[in-house]
Nanobody, 118 residues
Framework: QVQLVESGGGLVQPGGSLRLSCAAS????????MTWYRQAPGKQRELVAL??????????DSVKGRFTIFKDNTKSTENTVYLQMNSLKPEDTAVYYC?????????WGEGTLVTVSS
């Protein structure tokens, strides 16, 4: 069974940085896309960034140039995806979710809270 565990959230001041991790286990598919979504209070969940099996990345306009999604190809952590978040703004405050997906399935993590506040 696929499990996704996010970590790295917390409280940070505006202009600061955080790195989120998403550790995936139980994957039996050879090709899939890893995505980060976020949901702010009172708002719909929105796509933040994604990375494909071929390491093609896409970002929402609101985070482009500030956030970076990447995979660690070290064998022991080959199913871990990261979201490096720089120049954080109060409007980045949200629960961040990891999602693994391909054409036949999708799985969500439980989320990690990021709060940007002074």
């Amino acid at each position: 069974q696929v499990q996704l565990v996010e970590s790295g959230g917390g409280l940070v001041q505006p202009g600061g940085s955080l790195r989120l991790s998403c550790a995936a286990s139980g994957i039996t598919y050879s090709r899939y896309t890893m995505t980060w979504y976020r949901q702010a209070p009172g708002k719909q969940r929105e796509l933040v960034a994604l990375i494909t099996s071929d390491s093609i990345t896409t970002y929402s306009d609101s985070v482009k140039g500030r956030f970076t999604i990447f995979k660690d190809n070290t064998k022991s952590t080959e199913n871990t995806v990261y979201l490096q978040m720089n120049s954080l703004k109060p409007e980045d405050t949200a629960v961040y979710y990891c999602k693994l997906m391909n054409t036949v399935m999708s799985y969500w993590g439980e989320g990690t809270l990021v709060t940007v506040s002074s």
